[in-house]
């Protein structure tokens, strides 16, 4: 099968501070990837540059054509679509207001009832049907996380890519989190998810990376890398409770 993304000899970093040192990767359709390591290890870096936030050096390469010339708003069209680690969503708008402002590509592309998407990011996400004309700034930190995922789901994205979903959430809201990726895996949606949570982002994926000051330092099937020795004392400790 071909990759819907893969990515070779990618350099990138902030002016003249290079961050990411020649990194590959590649993620099937339908598979979660996901991207552990420590805080600045350069994983939110490697996010910014696939989605064109960056300027970068190498290939990437989506649905089989090189895209690394192409623009933010040329990716975003091409369905590739990020969530960021702060969320930034729009907080003196409603709920279903930002959502239907994440439908900005579909719309553009002329996508036949592409509102119908509102219903499933609502069977999705509940809670953000219950608290859809509530302002986006009033909602809780795991109602937020929704949010931002649901407007990103309703560009209808061939590629997501999560940035630290579970930061700062509440265990259950975490579980909850998790449990929502595990269904888009189930629609063809490709995820690429950086996460600190490691136990739990191995978990849910098909196949991981471990990004260490800008270099991949394991790359493996998840259930691989969550009983390798190295990963086990690292990042999910000695001892390995059920998440």
Not at 34 to 54: E, Y
Request: glycine share 10%; proline share 5%.
């Amino acid at each position: 099968m071909t990759p819907l993304l893969e990515v070779s000899d990618l350099h990138a970093g902030y002016g003249r501070a290079e961050v990411l040192h020649g990194l590959s990767l590649s993620a099937l359709t339908g598979n979660v990837v996901t991207v552990i390591g420590p805080n600045g290890a350069g994983k939110s870096t490697l996010l910014n540059a696939l989605m064109g936030g960056l300027p970068s050096r190498g290939q990437i390469r989506y649905e089989g054509d090189d895209i690394a010339a192409l623009t933010l708003e040329a990716r975003v069209m091409r369905g590739i679509a990020l969530v960021p680690e702060k969320r930034e969503l729009f907080g003196t708008m409603s709920v279903q207001d930002n959502l239907i402002l994440g439908g900005w590509r579909p719309r553009r592309l002329n996508i036949a009832r592409w509102r119908d998407t509102l219903e499933e990011v609502y069977d999705l996400f509940p809670r953000l049907l219950e608290r859809r004309e509530q302002l986006a700034g009033t909602l809780s930190g795991g109602e937020r996380q929704m949010l931002a995922i649901g407007r990103a789901l309703m560009g209808r994205p061939k590629l997501l890519m999560l940035d630290e979903p579970s930061l700062g959430l509440a265990p259950l809201v975490v579980k909850s989190i998790f449990d929502i990726v595990r269904k888009l895996r189930t629609t063809g949606v490709t995820i690429l998810l950086v996460e600190q949570n490691a136990r739990a982002a191995l978990e849910v994926a098909d196949t991981g990376s471990v990004l260490e000051t800008g270099e991949f330092v394991l790359c493996a099937p998840a259930s691989q890398l969550a009983a390798d020795p190295r990963v086990i004392e690292t990042y999910l400790g000695s001892t390995r409770a059920a998440a």
